[in-house]
């Protein structure tokens, strides 16, 4: 039986499985201090210091020789954004492929470094050298947008099992998440495997189609068994790939607790609720097959939370001071099998917790966007939004600058 040769992710058996392999994306994400040696110093005279040095342009351009000028953003250990360059000093390498090192480039020794984006591209990096013994790297690996590309199948991996056929389709996006509806120049290879690590997959004989159809039955999909396939743009060679796994919808429900987040320490009384979801994300209605119980954040516990002696509703009421700003489990149970749901008050007037929250969606957005990012910007932004001028002052620059340019980026994709 032919291998599939691909590469792969692996997914938790509860999601469905997506990665890419495409033939020019990056890797790379923040780079700092030591993150790669340069030719002319070891990364031992870079110490940790806190800052940072982060080029944050676009990495995904086409190679058309464009003249393309990159410069890192830097930021103290507090990570508030240095304005001030007067006291650093810049010099620019470029990544030779035989060394596998970089190089310095003569006479490169400003702030911003422009090259002209061919085929022959590789990378560049920066060091960077301040007062007080401060070094820093920043590294820049440009992808050809117009090799690159991105499969999914957006098909909902939670299906019912009653011996039907289910028919799964590949979609091919760029790299800014446009969806790619000319599929002549690509050819797909579907495959199937039951190892977790997706590293031994069998290629399917015959399913070359952009769609696959497999048989929804109880045997195989209690076996967890994936499917995966392979898209190759013909006229670049690129290839790219991801793998899915259908789930029985029946197993699946999403718990999601409404209440009053941000609260007045009034004592008044708080009360949050349990709702529920399906698969396709339609509600689900109270009823005798579901058992509910109420736990609440406890170090003493086994697993960290407690049970809460006689709360078996939907709903939960607790009062609104300082000793029940804690987390909060509700436990729903559905033939046997366990769904979780979380919900943590937070004080009104608690800034550094509001300000953490922001920060921690703020911080998953990184320096490539897509319009696949869109849900990840809008809780961002509305988390941000939320705070008070005070708490917004705390938000330290480099999440500011990080939300800020995740939004003009997708704005104008």
């Not at 190759?232 to 429900?253: Q, R």
């Not at 008044?268 to 609720?273: R, S």
Request: net charge negative; with cysteine.
């Amino acid at each position: 039986m032919k291998k599939f040769h691909h590469t792969l992710l692996p997914i938790g058996c509860l999601m469905a499985a997506m990665c890419l392999v495409g033939c020019s994306v990056s890797t790379e994400t923040t780079h700092t201090e030591t993150s790669q040696e340069a030719t002319t110093e070891s990364d031992s005279d870079y110490v940790d210091s806190g800052y940072i040095a982060e080029i944050k342009n676009d990495r995904s351009i086409p190679f058309d020789s464009q003249e393309v000028t990159i410069a890192p953003s830097l930021y103290d250990d507090e990570k508030n954004r240095i304005t001030d360059t007067s006291d650093y000093s810049f010099q620019w390498y470029e990544y030779n492929e035989e060394s596998d090192d970089y190089t310095e480039i003569e006479g490169e020794t400003g702030e911003s470094f422009t090259f002209k984006a061919t085929p022959d591209t590789v990378g560049y990096m920066v060091n960077v050298k301040g007062p007080d013994g401060i070094k820093l790297k920043a590294y820049y690996t440009p992808e050809n947008s117009n090799n690159t590309f991105i499969v999914y199948i957006d098909d909902n991996p939670y299906i019912e099992v009653n011996d039907e056929d289910v028919t799964i389709t590949a979609s091919i996006y760029d790299a800014k998440g446009h969806q790619i509806t000319d599929l002549s120049d690509y050819t797909f290879q579907w495959a199937n495997g039951f190892d977790e690590e997706m590293e031994d997959f069998n290629e399917i004989e015959n399913a070359t189609d952009v769609t696959y159809t497999f048989n929804a039955n109880r045997k195989d999909i209690d076996a967890y068994e994936y499917f995966a396939v392979l898209a190759t743009n013909t006229k670049t060679g690129c290839s790219n790939s991801i793998a899915y796994m259908p789930l029985d919808k029946e197993c699946f429900m999403d718990i999601k607790v409404d209440g009053e987040k941000y609260i007045d320490l009034d004592g008044k009384d708080i009360t949050i609720e349990a709702l529920l979801y399906d698969a396709d994300d339609k509600q689900i209605e109270a009823s005798d097959e579901l058992q509910y119980q109420w736990y609440v954040a406890d170090e003493n516990a086994e697993d960290g939370f407690r049970e809460i002696s006689g709360e078996t509703s939907p709903t939960f009421t607790f009062k609104a001071e300082e000793e029940n700003l804690k987390e909060y489990r509700i436990i729903v149970t559905k033939n046997g099998s366990p769904f979780y749901g979380y919900f943590e008050p937070i004080a009104n007037t608690d800034n550094q917790a509001r300000v953490e929250e922001a920060i921690e969606a703020i911080a998953v957005l990184g320096t490539e966007v897509s319009l696949r990012d869109e849900e990840y910007i809008t809780e961002a932004k509305t988390l941000y939004d939320a705070l008070t001028e005070e708490q917004k002052a705390m938000v330290p620059d480099y999440y500011q600058d990080m939300l800020n340019d995740a939004i003009e980026k997708f704005e104008a994709l």
